[in-house]
Protein backbone atom coordinates (compact mmCIF):
# COMPACT_ATOMS: atom_id res chain seq x y z
CA UNK A 1 0.00 0.00 0.00
CA UNK A 2 1.53 3.51 -1.04
CA UNK A 3 2.08 5.58 2.33
CA UNK A 4 0.36 9.17 2.54
CA UNK A 5 2.15 12.19 1.84
CA UNK A 6 1.37 12.79 5.76
CA UNK A 7 2.56 9.32 6.78
CA UNK A 8 5.77 10.36 4.61
CA UNK A 9 6.38 13.72 6.14
CA UNK A 10 6.26 12.25 9.84
CA UNK A 11 8.80 9.66 8.87
CA UNK A 12 11.00 12.06 7.14
CA UNK A 13 10.96 14.85 10.03
CA UNK A 14 11.57 11.51 12.57
CA UNK A 15 14.97 10.63 10.86
CA UNK A 16 15.87 13.98 10.68
CA UNK A 17 15.21 14.85 14.00
CA UNK A 18 16.66 11.46 15.57
CA UNK A 19 19.88 12.16 13.70
CA UNK A 20 20.24 15.90 15.00
CA UNK A 21 19.61 14.97 18.40
CA UNK A 22 21.99 12.36 18.35
CA UNK A 23 24.41 15.07 18.06
CA UNK A 24 23.97 16.50 21.42
CA UNK A 25 24.10 20.13 21.92
CA UNK A 26 27.25 20.61 19.16
CA UNK A 27 27.12 22.69 16.68
CA UNK A 28 26.54 20.73 13.38
CA UNK A 29 27.08 21.32 8.92
CA UNK A 30 23.70 19.44 8.29
CA UNK A 31 21.13 19.55 5.44
CA UNK A 32 18.91 21.54 3.37
CA UNK A 33 15.77 18.60 2.43
CA UNK A 34 13.01 19.55 -0.29
CA UNK A 35 10.64 16.86 -1.60
CA UNK A 36 8.18 17.60 -4.67
CA UNK A 37 6.11 15.07 -5.90
CA UNK A 38 4.47 15.93 -9.61
CA UNK A 39 6.13 19.57 -8.89
CA UNK A 40 3.89 19.54 -5.40
CA UNK A 41 6.58 20.28 -2.96
CA UNK A 42 5.39 17.90 0.07
CA UNK A 43 8.15 18.44 2.40
CA UNK A 44 10.70 21.42 3.30
CA UNK A 45 12.91 21.87 5.94
CA UNK A 46 16.47 22.99 7.38
CA UNK A 47 18.84 22.11 10.09
CA UNK A 48 22.25 23.11 11.37
CA UNK A 49 24.64 25.33 10.09
CA UNK A 50 26.25 26.16 6.20
CA UNK A 51 28.67 28.44 8.03
CA UNK A 52 29.94 26.97 11.67
CA UNK A 53 32.66 29.93 11.76
CA UNK A 54 30.02 32.65 11.45
CA UNK A 55 27.22 30.60 13.05
CA UNK A 56 25.06 30.58 9.72
CA UNK A 57 22.42 28.45 9.90
CA UNK A 58 21.21 26.87 6.48
CA UNK A 59 17.73 28.48 5.24
CA UNK A 60 16.12 28.28 1.95
CA UNK A 61 18.70 30.88 0.86
CA UNK A 62 21.62 29.09 1.81
CA UNK A 63 23.62 28.16 -1.43
CA UNK A 64 25.25 24.80 -2.05
CA UNK A 65 28.28 23.15 -4.60
CA UNK A 66 26.04 21.24 -7.07
CA UNK A 67 29.75 19.10 -7.25
CA UNK A 68 28.75 16.57 -9.93
CA UNK A 69 24.93 17.46 -10.27
CA UNK A 70 26.16 20.47 -12.30
CA UNK A 71 26.70 18.06 -15.30
CA UNK A 72 23.16 18.22 -16.22
CA UNK A 73 23.25 21.68 -16.83
CA UNK A 74 26.47 21.07 -19.01
CA UNK A 75 24.37 18.54 -20.66
CA UNK A 76 21.36 21.08 -21.32
CA UNK A 77 23.70 23.84 -23.18
CA UNK A 78 24.66 21.68 -25.38
CA UNK A 79 21.94 20.01 -26.27
CA UNK A 80 20.27 23.74 -26.72
CA UNK A 81 22.87 24.85 -29.10
CA UNK A 82 22.57 21.62 -31.30
CA UNK A 83 18.79 22.37 -31.67
CA UNK A 84 20.07 25.81 -32.96
CA UNK A 85 22.13 23.97 -35.51
CA UNK A 86 25.42 24.94 -33.76
CA UNK A 87 26.90 22.23 -33.55
CA UNK A 88 26.22 18.04 -33.51
CA UNK A 89 26.42 15.28 -31.01
CA UNK A 90 28.72 13.71 -33.92
CA UNK A 91 31.07 16.29 -34.22
CA UNK A 92 34.50 15.58 -32.94
CA UNK A 93 36.65 17.57 -31.10
CA UNK A 94 38.83 18.87 -33.33
CA UNK A 95 35.93 21.11 -34.94
CA UNK A 96 36.20 23.08 -31.00
CA UNK A 97 39.37 23.45 -29.67
CA UNK A 98 42.40 25.29 -30.15
CA UNK A 99 44.64 24.37 -33.12
CA UNK A 100 47.43 24.00 -30.50
CA UNK A 101 45.73 21.17 -28.72
CA UNK A 102 44.82 19.56 -32.09
CA UNK A 103 48.39 19.45 -33.00
CA UNK A 104 49.20 18.18 -29.72
CA UNK A 105 46.47 15.75 -29.50
CA UNK A 106 45.24 14.74 -32.73
CA UNK A 107 44.09 11.07 -32.01
CA UNK A 108 41.84 12.61 -29.30
CA UNK A 109 40.87 15.75 -31.62
CA UNK A 110 39.75 13.11 -34.44
CA UNK A 111 38.56 10.32 -32.28
CA UNK A 112 36.67 11.36 -30.00
CA UNK A 113 33.11 13.06 -30.46
CA UNK A 114 31.17 15.27 -28.24
CA UNK A 115 28.34 12.13 -27.61
CA UNK A 116 31.49 10.42 -25.96
CA UNK A 117 31.90 13.62 -23.93
CA UNK A 118 28.10 13.25 -22.57
CA UNK A 119 27.91 9.51 -21.84
CA UNK A 120 31.17 8.71 -20.42
CA UNK A 121 32.42 6.61 -23.63
CA UNK A 122 35.47 9.02 -24.54
CA UNK A 123 38.47 7.19 -22.39
CA UNK A 124 39.70 10.38 -21.02
CA UNK A 125 41.73 10.38 -18.46
CA UNK A 126 40.93 12.96 -15.45
CA UNK A 127 44.77 13.86 -15.12
CA UNK A 128 45.20 16.37 -17.58
CA UNK A 129 48.67 15.11 -18.24
CA UNK A 130 47.90 11.70 -19.22
CA UNK A 131 45.54 13.23 -21.73
CA UNK A 132 48.54 15.52 -22.79
CA UNK A 133 49.67 12.53 -23.79
CA UNK A 134 47.37 12.02 -26.65
CA UNK A 135 45.81 8.57 -25.34
CA UNK A 136 42.44 7.34 -24.14
CA UNK A 137 41.74 3.97 -21.65
CA UNK A 138 39.55 2.43 -25.06
CA UNK A 139 38.78 3.62 -28.12
CA UNK A 140 36.29 6.03 -27.68
CA UNK A 141 32.41 4.77 -27.70
CA UNK A 142 33.21 1.39 -26.87
CA UNK A 143 33.12 1.44 -23.14
CA UNK A 144 31.77 3.38 -20.07
CA UNK A 145 34.65 5.12 -18.07
CA UNK A 146 33.66 8.05 -15.74
CA UNK A 147 35.15 11.29 -16.41
CA UNK A 148 35.47 14.91 -15.26
CA UNK A 149 37.66 16.05 -17.86
CA UNK A 150 34.93 15.18 -20.60
CA UNK A 151 32.72 17.73 -18.82
CA UNK A 152 35.59 20.63 -18.55
CA UNK A 153 35.84 19.78 -22.56
CA UNK A 154 31.94 20.24 -22.86
CA UNK A 155 32.43 23.36 -20.98
CA UNK A 156 34.54 24.83 -23.52
CA UNK A 157 32.98 23.80 -26.99
CA UNK A 158 29.48 25.67 -25.00
CA UNK A 159 31.69 28.66 -24.52
CA UNK A 160 33.42 28.24 -28.11
CA UNK A 161 30.13 28.07 -29.80
CA UNK A 162 28.14 30.22 -27.67
CA UNK A 163 30.68 33.10 -27.33
CA UNK A 164 29.89 33.62 -23.69
CA UNK A 165 31.73 32.24 -20.34
CA UNK A 166 29.77 29.36 -18.70
CA UNK A 167 28.38 31.85 -16.31
CA UNK A 168 26.95 34.46 -18.60
CA UNK A 169 25.64 31.11 -20.76
CA UNK A 170 23.76 29.86 -18.38
CA UNK A 171 22.37 32.68 -16.38
CA UNK A 172 20.99 33.78 -20.00
CA UNK A 173 19.13 30.56 -21.13
CA UNK A 174 18.77 28.62 -17.79
CA UNK A 175 19.00 30.74 -14.83
CA UNK A 176 16.64 33.98 -15.66
CA UNK A 177 14.25 32.06 -18.00
CA UNK A 178 13.80 29.19 -14.48
CA UNK A 179 13.75 32.01 -12.03
CA UNK A 180 16.84 30.64 -10.34
CA UNK A 181 18.07 33.74 -9.03
CA UNK A 182 20.86 32.37 -6.42
CA UNK A 183 22.34 30.26 -9.12
CA UNK A 184 26.24 30.68 -9.72
CA UNK A 185 29.18 29.45 -11.63
CA UNK A 186 32.29 29.74 -9.41
CA UNK A 187 34.99 31.36 -11.00
CA UNK A 188 37.51 34.29 -11.32
CA UNK A 189 34.65 36.83 -11.26
CA UNK A 190 32.73 34.75 -8.41
CA UNK A 191 34.98 33.41 -5.98
CA UNK A 192 32.73 34.61 -3.03
CA UNK A 193 29.70 33.32 -3.08
CA UNK A 194 27.23 34.88 -0.34
CA UNK A 195 25.27 32.53 1.91
CA UNK A 196 27.17 29.48 0.82
CA UNK A 197 27.39 26.39 2.75
CA UNK A 198 30.80 25.13 3.44
CA UNK A 199 32.20 21.34 3.69
CA UNK A 200 33.05 19.74 6.96
CA UNK A 201 34.50 16.77 8.37
CA UNK A 202 34.13 15.19 11.61
CA UNK A 203 36.80 15.14 14.14
CA UNK A 204 37.52 11.77 16.20
CA UNK A 205 35.03 12.69 18.84
CA UNK A 206 32.07 13.18 16.13
CA UNK A 207 30.75 15.78 17.50
CA UNK A 208 32.92 18.43 15.95
CA UNK A 209 33.84 19.86 12.63
CA UNK A 210 36.61 20.79 11.13
CA UNK A 211 36.31 22.50 7.47
CA UNK A 212 36.83 19.76 4.73
CA UNK A 213 35.63 21.63 1.39
CA UNK A 214 37.12 22.12 -1.80
CA UNK A 215 40.22 23.96 -3.09
CA UNK A 216 39.23 25.98 -5.95
CA UNK A 217 40.99 24.01 -8.37
CA UNK A 218 39.25 20.65 -7.05
CA UNK A 219 36.02 21.47 -9.11
CA UNK A 220 36.23 23.34 -12.43
CA UNK A 221 32.87 24.65 -13.72
CA UNK A 222 31.90 21.83 -16.11
CA UNK A 223 32.41 19.25 -14.45
CA UNK A 224 31.22 20.65 -10.76
CA UNK A 225 31.32 23.94 -10.49
CA UNK A 226 28.04 25.22 -10.51
CA UNK A 227 26.39 26.95 -7.00
CA UNK A 228 22.16 27.24 -5.58
CA UNK A 229 20.02 27.01 -3.41
CA UNK A 230 17.70 24.44 -2.81
CA UNK A 231 14.44 26.51 -4.14
CA UNK A 232 16.80 26.88 -7.27
CA UNK A 233 17.56 23.24 -7.80
CA UNK A 234 13.39 22.98 -7.22
CA UNK A 235 12.89 25.03 -10.50
Known sequence: MAMSDENFVSLLDDLLSNDYRSMGDAIQPRVAVLVAIDDRIVYQRYIGFGNIL????IACNTIFRLASLSK????Y???LL???GKLNRQDTLKSFLSL??????PKISNTVRIQHLLDHSSG???DVLVTLKDETYFQPGSQFRYSNTGYILLELIIEVVSGQVLGDFLQKFIFEPFGMKTSIVFDLNHLQIVNRAFGYSEKEDDKHYF????SPTSATRGDGGIYMSINDYFQ
Open 211 to 214: LYDQ
Open 54 to 57: KLEA
Open 124 to 126: LDD
Open 77 to 79: GII
Open 72 to 75: QFIV
Open 100 to 105: EFIQRC
Open 82 to 84: ESQ
